[in-house]
Structures are given as structure tokens and as C-alpha cells.
């Protein structure tokens, strides 16, 4: 079993900046790929950024140059970092880790960007 907590979400406006954290329980972290999602109101859940346990990234198109993600080992903490932020980056933002011991998601937290 797996348990992750996200934390950094808030308000912002346009053009700020957020650094979301995901903490994660257990001993399979530093082997599992860690990803950002996030879904806006009425919309499907879409990938944010992901990273691998050798640390390889990838993004959508829509955040890369903006979003940045990393991971700290010896402390079980994924990161996104959020910057030039927009109306449309407004969504939930959850953290997915998998696949050992199986595929587990967070709770979500809210990201809101005022125009």
C-alpha cells in the first residue's frame, strides 16, 4: 500500500508561480515513475510531467518551459514546480506513483489562477 499526500496548491494569478509536493509512503519510491496530473472542471484527467526512477522528465506541450518536475529520494517527495502560470493551468492536480507495489494516486489538490 502507498499513500500520497499532496500539498503547495492555492490561489495565484496569472503569472505567479506554485510549487506543488507530493509525499509519498512506503519503501518503493526511489523505483517507481512519479507523475503530475491534473484535471480542470468538466474536462478528462490529463499527464502534467512525469519522472522515472533514473530521473528522466517528460511534459505537456502545454507546460513544458513553464513546469518543472523533480524528485528527492531520501525523502520520498515528488516536486512540481509552476511557474508563468496561467488561467488554463486552473485544475486539481493529483500525484500518481507506480508501478510497485501497484499504480496509487493522491487525493488532489486545487491549483486556481486568476486572470
Known amino acids: 500500500q502507498v499513500q500520497l499526500v499532496e500539498s503547495g496548491g492555492g490561489l495565484v494569478q496569472a503569472g505567479g508561480s506554485l510549487r506543488l509536493s507530493c509525499a509519498a509512503s512506503?519503501?518503493?519510491?526511489?523505483?517507481?515513475?512519479m507523475g503530475w496530473y491534473r484535471q480542470a472542471p468538466g474536462k478528462q484527467r490529463e499527464l502534467a510531467a512525469t519522472?522515472?526512477?533514473?530521473?528522466?522528465?517528460n511534459y505537456a506541450d502545454s507546460v513544458k518551459g513553464r513546469f518543472t518536475i523533480s524528485r528527492d529520494n531520501a525523502k520520498n517527495v515528488v516536486y512540481l514546480q509552476m511557474n508563468n502560470l496561467k488561467p488554463e493551468d486552473t485544475a486539481v492536480y493529483y500525484c500518481?506513483?507506480?508501478?510497485?507495489?501497484?499504480?496509487?494516486w493522491g487525493q488532489g489538490t486545487q491549483v486556481t489562477v486568476s486572470s
Open positions: 512506503g519503501r518503493h519510491f526511489s523505483m517507481n515513475t
Open positions: 519522472i522515472t526512477s533514473g530521473g528522466s522528465t
Open positions: 500518481r506513483s507506480w508501478p510497485f507495489p501497484g499504480d496509487y
